[in-house]
């Protein structure tokens, strides 16, 4: 079975604090891909970054970077120096090579950046 | 605007009642999905089609759920006789169908069943 865990409901930061969303995930499969997705409060989920599973390297985009453990199956997600704008629903989702391409979410953290 | 667009945004319907839900993907995209997603839950698969072929549906999709794809373009998504359980965000979705291919979002189509 397939699953992702975001223990983290919700957080609060201030602005300019960095803060780190986690994120694990389950699956018996070889090659997987991860995902993380943003959604504000218009509602429309906005794909951020994918990451397959044989490559483990970190990744960083502007403010925003991930971090790959396959040992600890996890995929997390940092943003440094937080903005009010990046207030919203993030969501880790977890898609196998050989599952026709859906993807398994997480069930998402809450992120307030206050001013 | 070449996004995933769907329609209506908005349905309030009575229990008992039959709705149904457009969406159009990115034209180039031969994979459609359709999620439901509650309050303070994540989305969650309902089914997909491959062209005109569903291939795969969840046991989420209950016998009032149907789904269809005419010709591979456009896909409909119909509730019959509407529960209030059924109140949720219907999420549609697209991809060009590779393996890592990313799925993009519709604004989705909230159901409000009273």
């Known amino acids: 079975a397939q699953k992702v865990t975001q223990a983290q409901t919700e957080i609060s930061v201030v602005e300019k604090e960095d803060v780190t969303l986690d994120c694990v995930y389950e699956t018996r499969d070889t090659t997987y891909y991860l995902f993380w997705y943003k959604q504000p409060p218009s509602g429309e989920l906005v794909f951020l970054i994918r990451?397959?599973?044989?490559?483990?390297q970190n990744e960083i985009s502007g403010r925003y970077s991930w971090n790959f453990q396959k040992s600890t199956s996890s995929f997390n997600f940092t943003i440094t120096a937080s903005q009010v704008v990046d207030s919203a629903v993030y969501f880790c989702?977890?898609?196998?090579?050989?599952?026709?391409?859906?993807?398994?979410f997480g069930q998402g953290t809450e992120l307030s950046v206050k001013p | 605007d070449t996004g995933v667009s769907q329609d209506p945004r908005h349905k309030i319907t009575k229990r008992g009642q039959n709705v149904t839900f457009r969406c159009d993907p990115i034209?180039?995209?031969?994979?459609l999905y359709w999620y439901r997603q509650t309050l303070g839950q994540g989305p969650e698969f309902l089914t997909y089609?491959?062209?005109?072929?569903?291939?795969?549906k969840s046991r989420l999709l209950s016998d009032r759920f149907s789904a269809e794809r005419p010709k591979g373009s456009f896909s409909t998504l119909e509730i019959q006789r509407t529960e209030q359980g059924d109140s949720a965000m219907y999420l549609c979705?697209?991809?060009?169908?590779?393996?890592?291919?990313?799925?993009?979002f519709g604004e989705g189509s909230r159901l409000t069943v009273l």
């Open positions: 089609f491959q062209n005109e072929a569903q291939l795969e």
């Open positions: 989702a977890l898609k196998a090579d050989n599952q026709g391409g859906k993807l398994i």
């Open positions: 034209s180039e995209h031969n994979r």
């Open positions: 990451r397959n599973s044989f490559d483990e």
């Open positions: 979705a697209s991809s060009r169908g590779r393996p890592s291919g990313e799925l993009f």
